[in-house]
């Protein structure tokens, strides 16, 4: 997911170069988004994690 993020923000990086802003905006828009989807998703991710633990096999 962060692999989109970083895709948008370079066809934003392009586009700012070449002028178009309306583009530029847009994908940038759309990494931020999905950056911080990306960020919640790990946090959750880490505190079920947490929550899980490890389950100890030995007898």
């Known amino acids: 997911m962060l692999g989109w993020a970083i895709t948008f ?5 392009i586009a700012a170069v070449l002028g178009f802003g309306g583009i530029a905006g847009a994908a940038v828009d759309i990494a931020k988004l999905i950056f911080f989807v990306a960020i919640v998703l790990f946090a959750i991710s880490a505190v079920v994690g947490l929550f899980r633990g490890r389950s100890s096999t030995r007898l």
């Open 9 to 13: 923000l370079v066809v934003a990086l």
